[in-house]
């Protein structure tokens, strides 16, 4: 081999290795240090960065340790490396043993092939450039408003800021403001669910919509999804209180609409809350059923769930201080979960060899032919779960400290995150798929996911243990999602038994008897899916079409309106989270989105979501009818509240 291809081949290595990382490395250090932030958060988002930097090079070392120059195969190896994808858009991990055995999956030449990879690595930097655009306008819209942020003056001072804020909306600030950036961004990231969606779903997608259903369709969906939650950033900016979508439409619409908004929300995070504690309660019931000896069913699994809702309402009622540590905590739990994972799949199957031809060929789960495109969208669909959940940050707005700018970057920033590591993930998850495809892996009931974990750690329960915990932590944080939405839609008197669900603990300043109804309904709700499903589907068909489709419902809603209203609104104009000329934009672009996947979603995740949706809107109509005069009264006498009422009830309640 002449210097000339030498120097080409080093300067490919470099590119193929290199870039990706150095791109998303990039992204996620402007991501961290562009938002307002303390020195302390700041190095904690550098902690993180420097993590994902050592897990990168260990990952890169290793495969260059194993490749041998030496050999015959060194162009072809090397043109491969530099050509594919891998973790999330380089090279994949090379052997000569699986070269041997596996020749197909290595594919000499440019073309066509280098003309997908690159096409593939564009979509994905164009998807991360958009990010990066609408962050970089709504900081510069930040800059220019009128809104002062106290934190420097002190936590009191921030307090008598964000307590007069709420105060202008007709409410008494009667729970305690504790959460801070970290947490409001932990409670929009865990309510996505990054590990518990991944560990349910990447083997129902990658099986019906194939391996280009990741390359291809999640950077699709991640877009949408970024745009969907710039567009509930702005409204959580200009209400910054914990009703959400119900309260955003209300205050720019009318009331119906926040009511309908608000219901369904509540019942799409309810039975997002089911899914996350039924997959933790799913893990938890195989290891015990291991350990004790009896057989997992049907019973065992539900007492599982039972218990571990339980524990998440005790720890709820415990306060929200306890609350906002566990969602800091969750961070970085989710990030162990990520770097375990992928190191079990590379250790278990780093010596396969996949072409970035079948990355972007659309080829089926089996690898023997193509997708059809109705199974690519279902695929696509399925993974959609990924970015819904992103308001959770929204519902503890009033125990959060300067909400209009924390929250809104918690819910933006919480889809960005979720997209680098779900592609991350999935990717090194697909890169494997020719070593799984075929095997008991691919083929058992469990999550493939885990399955490919565990091989690489050679069944160590440990795996399974931090993936549990993970998963808790998400429906951890549906339910204080959903013990917020009722408690906001009780002091409001628009739902039944109001003045008991309305309570707040004056030792814990948290709604207690609302945390207790929102575990409640979970639990009822998870049962009524595996009925639908026989028991034998866990549920999650049914509940994920469910869950889909009331979230879409609940933020079409909102954005509906602002589009009306072409963005001009007093609360939107005096919001510091603005995104200026591209709101309207971005805001049409959501909504289409919205509209259309939920109208295919519909057929594609099963017709039992349809129906339970469906259902959900006509118990939602009858108590319409039944609470709407006092519902009215109550948000009208609410608005025309004097100042004296609102101190006369704070006084039982410390300010923070």
């Keep these: 081999m002449d210097r000339r291809k030498w120097l080409g081949t080093i ?176 409670l929009s990231f865990q309510s996505l669910g990054l590990t518990g969606a991944a560990f349910l779903l990447a083997g129902p997608a990658l099986q019906k919509g194939g391996p280009s259903v990741v390359s291809i369709g999640l950077p699709v969906i991640a877009l949408f999804g970024i745009l969907v939650s710039a567009s509930l950033a702005e409204l959580s900016s200009a209400v910054p209180t914990a009703g959400g979508v119900y309260h955003w439409a209300s205050a720019i619409g009318t009331r119906r609409r926040g009511w309908y908004a608000a219901w369904f929300q509540l019942a799409g995070h309810l039975a997002m809350m089911a899914l996350m504690n039924g997959a933790c309660a799913y893990i938890l019931d195989k290891l015990f059923s291991v350990w004790l000896n009896y057989s997992s069913s049907w019973w065992s699994t539900g007492i599982a769930l039972c218990f571990v809702t339980a524990v998440q309402a005790m720890i709820n009622h415990w306060g929200t201080g306890r609350a906002g540590a566990l969602q800091e905590a969750g961070i970085m739990l989710h990030a162990v979960v990520l770097a375990a994972v992928i190191g079990g799949i590379f250790i278990a199957f780093g010596r396969s060899v996949y072409s970035p031809k079948l990355l972007y060929t659309f080829q089926n789960a089996s690898l023997d032919g193509h997708v059809t495109p109705w199974a690519f969208v279902v695929g696509m669909l399925v993974l959609q779960k990924l970015f819904l959940g992103m308001d959770g940050a929204a519902q503890g707005s009033e125990e959060t400290s ?20 779900g592609f991350v993930l999935l990717m090194c998850l697909t890169l494997v798929l020719p070593a799984i495809v075929g095997t008991a892996l691919f083929s058992s009931g469990d999550s493939l996911l885990a399955a490919a974990a565990l091989d690489g750690w050679q069944g160590n329960t440990l795996v399974l243990l931090v993936i549990a915990a993970a998963i808790w932590g998400s429906g951890n944080s549906e339910l204080l999602i959903c013990s917020r939405a009722i408690f906001c839609l009780a002091r409001d008197q628009a739902v039944p ?43 999650i068909p049914s509940l994920l079409g469910f869950t889909v489709l009331c979230l879409q419902l609940s933020y079409m809603i909102p954005i509906w309106i602002k589009i009306k209203l072409h963005g001009r609104h007093r609360l939107l104009d005096d919001a510091p989270w603005r995104l200026g000329s591209y709101g309207l934009i971005v805001d049409r672009a959501a909504f289409i989105w919205l509209l259309l996947s939920g109208a295919v979603s519909v057929f594609a995740l099963g017709l039992w979501g349809a129906v339970g949706t469906g259902l959900w809107f006509i118990l939602v109509m009858a108590l319409d009818r039944r609470y709407r005069k006092q519902h009215l009264a109550k948000l009208q006498s609410r608005l025309k509240r004097p100042k004296g009422e609102i101190i006369r009830i704070e006084r039982k309640f410390h300010l923070h």
């Design 11 to 186: 300067a490919h290595l470099l590119l193929g290795i290199l870039f990706p990382y150095v791109l998303i490395g990039g992204i996620v250090l402007v991501y961290g240090f562009m938002a307002p932030s303390t020195a302390s958060q700041k190095a904690y988002g550098a902690a993180i960065i420097l993590v994902y930097a050592l897990l990168i090079l260990g990952v890169n070392l290793w495969t260059l340790r194993r490749m041998d120059f030496r050999s015959k195969w060194r162009w072809i190896v090397i043109h491969t490396l530099c050509n594919a994808k891998r973790l999330p858009c380089a090279g994949s991990l090379l052997a000569s043993d699986m070269t041997k055995r596996h020749p197909s999956y290595i594919i000499v030449g440019r073309g066509s092939m280098m003309l997908a990879v690159w096409i593939g690595l564009l979509l994905f930097a164009a998807v991360c450039g958009c990010a990066l655009l609408l962050t970089a306008r709504a900081q510069r819209n930040i800059r220019a408003s009128k809104h002062i942020s106290m934190t420097a003056y002190g936590t009191y001072a921030q307090a008598q800021q964000d307590k007069h804020d709420l105060n202008l909306f007709g409410l008494a600030q009667q729970l305690r403001r504790r959460l801070g950036a970290a947490a409001s961004f932990g």
């Design 402 to 421: 300067d909400p209009r700018i924390r929250v809104p970057w918690a819910i933006y920033l919480s889809s960005v995150y979720a997209m680098i590591g």
């Design 497 to 539: 038994f109001s003045r008991l669900l309305s309570r707040v603990s004056r030792e814990q300043q948290s709604p207690l008897p609302a945390i207790g109804t929102a575990a409640l309904l979970s639990v009822l709700l998870f049962g009524a899916g595996r009925l639908v499903d026989g028991g034998e589907a866990g549920g």
